[in-house]
Nanobody, 123 residues
Framework: VQLQASGGGLVQAGDSLKLSCTAS????????LGWFRQAPGKERDFVAG????????HYADSVKGRFTISRDNAKNTVYLQMANLKPEDTAVYYC?????????????????WGQGTQVTVSS
């Protein structure tokens, strides 16, 4: 399975941005998908996750109410809509896929990883 993330960029605080992650080699309905982020000098942290069906989602407290994870199964793509961005959201964002349909917040539970896309939020 290959995951290709895109959509990162430089924005100002309060702006919105939408990340995309397209999978190839595996139908995303058979996988829980997640977004993680890693700021310089910090560990990679869970941001949002979606179950294989998309019926169940989970968010980190820091992004709840501002970020939305969604998927388009026809396009084999998962999205992360980010609103009201803050400077502390600055990080490299990674999409990841499990071999299970159950959403998880644990990094080690994700087997496939995309290459990451940089999001920079200026104040």
């Amino acid at each position: 399975v290959q995951l290709q993330a895109s959509g990162g960029g430089l924005v100002q605080a309060g702006d919105s941005l939408k990340l995309s992650c397209t999978a190839s080699g595996r139908t995303i309905t058979t996988s829980a998908l997640g977004w993680f982020r890693q700021a310089p000098g910090k560990e990679r942290d869970f941001v949002a996750g979606s179950s294989g069906s998309g019926a169940f989602t989970h968010y980190a407290d820091s992004v709840k109410g501002r970020f939305t994870i969604s998927r388009d199964n026809a396009k084999n793509t998962v999205y992360l809509q980010m609103a009201n961005l803050k400077p502390e959201d600055t990080a490299v964002y990674y999409c990841a896929a499990r071999t299970s349909i159950d959403v998880s917040t644990t990094l080690a539970h994700y087997y496939y990883w995309g290459q990451g896309t940089q999001v920079t939020v200026s104040s």
